[in-house]
Structure formats: C-alpha cells, structure tokens
C-alpha cells in the first residue's frame, strides 16, 4: 500500500516537473532571443494563444499518461486542495501532493536551465515567470487568478459528476487551460497554478507578486466547494480526474490505485480500482 501511494506521489512531482519544464520551453520559444517564432508572431495575443494551444494540451496529455493513471493527474495545489476541500483525498496524499507539485515546479526550473542554458534568466524569458498586464495591482491578481481556477474546477466537477461526459474530462481541462491562459494573459498573467508560479518566481527572484499567484488559486478553490457544497452534489466525485465512480455504487469514493484512506480515518471508506 504504501509503495502505491509513493508511486502516485513521484508521479505528481514528475508530472509537475514536465509541466514546468515545457513552460520554460515555450516561454522561450515565444520571448527568447533569436527565436524565429517570437519573430513571426509579434503580437501578445498571438503569442497567448499558442501558450495557451501548447501547455492546454500538454497538461491533458499527462492527465492520460501514466503518471496520470497513477495519480489523478493533478499537477496542480489548487486542484488537489479542491478535491481535498470536496472529501476525495486523504489529508496525508493531497499534503503529498502539493509538496510533490511545488517540488516538482523547482525540479521543471532547474532542468529547463540546464538543457537551455543561461537564455532562459535572461529578462526576455526570465525562468518564464508570469506578470500581470501593466496597471493591474496584487489585489486584482489575486481576484483574476481565483476565478480562473473556480471556472476551471466548476467544468472539472460538472463532468466528473456526468458519468455520461467523465470520459472527457481530459479534454475540458486542457482546452479551458488553454483558452484561461490566452484571457489570462492579457490580464493577470494566466497561472491559476501555484506550482506554474513557484518555480519561476523563486529563479527570476521576483516576489512582488507571489503571494497572489500562490493563495489566489486556492482561494478560488474554497470558493468553488462552498458553492458546490451549498448547491449540493448529487452524489461523491472522484479525484481522478480521468474518470468518475459508477452510478450504481453512490457511497463509495473511486480514486487512483493505491491511493487509499488510511487506518482509522473518519473518511469514507475508498473503494480502489485498477485504472
């Protein structure tokens, strides 16, 4: 059992770390110096918007990969933090995973600056660490990026609650990343991920910011399971976010193999299936 939990846990940081990485490598692809896209496409919502086309897909892949049959496929605090807030997680795996993500956001760093090299602290790219538009304070960004992650959450548990539409929560989750990336960019900057902003931040030693990219999303998190909560489920979702639990088996809580509740937990008990 405790060899499955493990495996879930390094698949969050390893998911995490690929995450970050691409993030850098797109970031430099589209601001870097002697970049023949960042030449061919000059403008910021064009560059939004393959940001957006690139990481949405990206984040989709690893949800199906096998990292994300081993996990859920997370790769992000706020998102653990919900399904935590939403009773589909043991305490001792979502704090797992968020250590694990936010671990993985400095692992993704470090790696793109040893295969990129030294472009990428240039300010150009700066690790890819994201900024606001100009005029938008700390508060507002805040604001935007708790939003953004309550929208995205609200499509995730709106089909994870549809067994009929579970099978495509992959690919909501990559196009709404995508399309909050191109809005959010224009904007806020587009993170709504505390492990995206960590990393980055931390490297590009900017801090101004950090708190709202970091609290934000988790803000929007809470707000989103209050009003799940007030509205009412019609039954309990699954952490995994590649699938959801039958409508045959009400009371039973399906998530990733091996990531079980632990002895003595007030928790409902955990039904684990072979993904």
């Known amino acids: 059992m405790q060899r499955t939990h493990a495996r879930a846990w390094l698949s969050e940081f390893a998911g995490t770390t690929i995450l970050l990485f691409a993030s850098v490598l797109v970031t430099r692809w589209l601001f870097g110096p ?52 939403l009773r589909t997680l043991p305490g001792r795996d979502a704090t797992a ?11 993704g760093v470090g790696l793109a600056w040893a295969v990129l090299g030294a472009v990428i602290a240039g300010p150009a790219v700066d690790y890819a660490a994201i900024r606001p538009a100009a005029g938008w304070p700390s508060g507002a960004v805040f604001a935007g990026e708790a939003i953004s992650l309550a929208v995205l959450m609200s499509f995730v548990v709106a089909f994870l609650d549809r067994p009929s ?20 960019g224009l904007t806020t900057g587009g993170s709504f991920n505390p492990a995206r902003q960590l990393g980055p931040l931390l490297f590009a030693e ?5 708190w709202a990219y970091l609290l934000g999303p988790l803000a929007g998190g809470v707000i989103l399971v209050v009003l799940v909560r007030a509205l009412g489920l019609p039954r309990p979702l699954t952490c995994d976010l590649r699938r959801t639990p039958p409508r045959e088996a ?26």
């Open 34 to 85: 002697r970049s023949a896209l960042a030449s061919a496409v000059a403008g910021m919502p064009g560059r939004m918007a393959l940001d957006g086309a690139f990481i949405g897909p990206v984040i989709g892949l690893l949800i199906i990969s096998p990292l994300g049959r081993s996990s859920g496929g997370h790769f992000n605090p706020a998102v653990t933090v919900t399904l935590w807030l």
């Open 97 to 107: 995973y968020v250590v694990a993500q936010l671990a993985g956001s400095l692992a």
């Open 165 to 184: 539409l579970s099978r495509w929560t992959p690919a909501v989750v990559a196009t709404g990343v995508a399309v909050l990336i191109f809005a959010g």
């Open 206 to 210: 900017r801090f101004s910011y950090l």
């Open 250 to 275: 009400p009371l039973r809580l399906i998530r990733p193999t091996g990531v079980g509740s632990t002895a003595g937990s007030t928790r409902p008990v955990i039904k684990e299936v072979e993904p």
